[in-house]
């Protein structure tokens, strides 16, 4: 909990040790003052004493003189702490003054391996992958930004028996026709073409099967053509990656296909730890805790009867190697809730056979599906899933409408109102996927992801550029006056004056952003800095409203409130790049 929020939870702990050492002060932000401490409640029952007259001991041993004006017990025993405005108005101005806005860097960096987004080869990018997508490549960011080693990892499925069917259409098809097709990006026409051979032709399924064994086996000719369906599938998930603005790029693919030659080692090893068992046919562990319906144990398929093998074995290779070889001390797996019980099977096997030890954290970044109108998962009209490609490029179009309609963009050049459309659209989709609570299915809709009212992406955009035209027209009026406070670099951090009641509730907010940002990672939710954003915004408009900046009373406080509004449009467009989401400095 850093910054303002740290520095009472640091007072408060000495004042609660005082009664037991320990005792969690439970802060956080109050709708009925600055913050809140609930701690007592909890302290009180321990001690088998009131709690108001625990909160009113824990009042009379902290230190907060110099950091509030008044501290309050109220109803059963809750703490309100009300911040002094020179407090606000100092930690305010050293935020402001600070380059990395007041977040300070992790205390002990982390190797943190984000596994996230994990397409098929020769299947188009479906809308199924754009929330592991994006909240990994938010993740990635955040984690970035704090000092972190990050690691990312896009696990594709470049592997097994779909391939010995793929192969042999490219060899009907004609290579240098197959390269044509994948390389227009009809990665799904390849693809149920090849399905429907395979599922018409007995010829065609035999030869496929035949082609299996061949790939499995290392011909030569056979990998060849692996590859080129391999390398012209993953050149279109880089279009399609270029068009989202996400971190992923060639280096980060790690496909089924590396872990393949790990898998008999996988198998031997769990073998020789004693818990593999023979079920059916296949081998299997039995992890702990985990049963059927019926109460029975529920096993892990490593190898399937006919000797092949299940995902499992895959993940469990996945993990020996990201634990033994990339050395991480942490691991987010950014995949579908429909995988949780497949997922945690595989972490608690890996425990059992010694894989990962206790010390390091591996989480299942789970999350909800995107639905359409009919609140069931978004098809289009023909029934078929929305190509990622399609849905991106539809969003920028719709943008671009929503601008003119608005005249937003009627100052810009062309190609400026171009880009400035591309974020506004691309932005929109993030902001609408990542701003939700991760675990939730939420609605895809157009007019409110596109809106520029309310909890939305271009909301927040546009928040930004409003600032960013303060300094354009204090520009072109500095140029008749001779100002140097026209420019936001010539307005210091300690020109802050906290004076105003909005003022003071500006500068409030943005001593929550390191708290946002570090709750975020924390949680693994970048809904939380969503949420944090959103809440900045709204608080500047009320501040703009109330507070004229440019026909401010004097020049003390037009400087400040200059860098009042300068610090929340940094914030907000560093906000938003944390989330990869762009903020335009016109609209």
């Known amino acids: 909990m850093p910054g303002v929020a740290a520095l009472l939870a640091e ?6 040790d005082t009664l037991a050492p320990g005792s969690d002060p439970v802060l956080r932000p109050s709708d009925r003052a600055d913050f809140q401490a609930n701690g007592a409640l909890a302290l009180a029952k321990r001690l088998g004493r009131h709690p108001v007259e625990v909160a009113e001991a824990v009042v009379a041993a902290a230190r907060l003189d110099d950091l509030c004006e008044r501290v309050e017990v109220s109803g059963p025993g809750f703490v309100n702490l009300f911040l002094s405005a020179s407090f606000v108005e100092r930690s305010t101005r050293e935020m402001a003054a600070d380059r990395r806005l007041g977040i300070e860097p992790a205390a002990i960096p982390e190797r943190v ?35 972190h080693d ?9 592997w097994g028996t779909p391939f010995g069917m793929l192969i042999e259409h490219l060899v009907d098809v004609g290579e240098e026709m197959a390269i044509a097709e994948l390389s227009v990006g009809d990665l799904t026409g ?4 090849a399905r429907a051979s395979f599922d018409g032709d007995g010829a065609f399924k035999e030869r496929s099967r035949r082609r299996v064994v061949l790939l499995q086996s290392g011909d030569a000719e056979t990998l060849r053509m692996w590859r080129v369906l391999v390398e012209h599938s993953i050149a279109y998930f880089d279009e399609v990656y270029a068009k989202l603005g996400v971190l992923l790029t060639d280096d980060d693919v790690k496909g089924e296909s590396f872990y393949n030659p790990m898998l008999p080692g996988v198998v031997a090893d ?11 046919g296949a081998l299997c562990v039995f992890p702990r805790g985990f049963t059927n319906r019926e109460g029975d144990p529920l096993p ?4 399937k009867s006919d000797g092949g093998f299940g995902y499992a074995a895959t993940d469990l290779a996945c993990i020996r190697d990201r634990v033994d070889s990339v050395r991480a001390t942490q691991i987010l797996y950014v995949v579908g809730a429909p995988q949780s019980q497949h997922l945690r099977m595989c972490f608690e ?26 609140h069931r998962m978004l098809r289009t009209r023909a029934g078929t899933s929305v190509k990622l490609v399609d849905l991106l490029d539809e969003a920028v179009s719709r943008a671009a409408e929503a601008m003119a309609e608005r005249d937003r963009d009627a100052d810009l050049a062309p190609e400026e109102r171009q880009a400035v459309a591309r974020a506004l659209g691309i932005g929109a989709v993030k902001y609408a996927d990542l701003s939700t609570d991760r675990v939730r299915d939420y609605v895809f809709d157009w007019d409110r992801m596109l809106s520029f009212e309310g909890d939305t992406g271009p909301y927040l955009q546009y928040a930004h550029a409003r600032i960013r035209s303060i300094f354009r027209r204090a520009a072109s009026e500095a140029s008749a006056t001779g100002h140097s406070w026209a420019d936001e670099s010539a307005v210091p951090a300690s020109a802050i004056v906290i004076r105003d009641p909005q003022e ?15 709750s975020a990672v924390e949680e693994s939710s970048p809904s939380k800095l969503c949420a944090y954003l959103y809440s900045l915004a709204t608080t500047f408009t009320s501040f703009y409203e109330r507070c004229p900046v440019l026909r401010a009373p004097d020049e003390t406080t037009r400087r400040s409130r200059l860098a009042l509004v300068d610090t929340t449009a940094r914030v907000l467009a560093e906000g938003l790049g944390l989330l990869g989401i762009e903020a335009p400095a016109r609209m």
Request: charged residues 15%; hydrophobic residues 50%; glycine residues 10%.
């Open 504 to 518: 003071r509730a500006l500068g409030l907010t943005l001593l929550g952003y390191a708290a946002a940002v570090h």
């Open 113 to 147: 391996v984000v596994t996230y987004s994990h397409p098929n080869v020769a299947k188009e990018m479906h809308v199924g992958h754009l929330r592991s997508t994006v909240i990994g490549d938010a993740l990635c960011r955040m984690l970035g930004h704090l000092g």
């Open 150 to 158: 990050v690691v990312r990892e896009n696990h594709i499925g470049d």
């Open 270 to 280: 769990l073998d020789a730890a004693g818990l593999l068992v023979k079920d059916a």
């Open 349 to 374: 096997v890996a425990r059992m056979a010694g894989w990962l030890p206790d010390r390091l954290r591996v989480e299942h970044v789970a999350f909800g599906s995107v639905l359409g109108a009919d």
């Open 11 to 16: 007072r408060l702990q000495s004042a609660f």
């Open 190 to 193: 390849f693809y149920q073409s």
């Open 300 to 303: 892990l398929i490593v190898q």
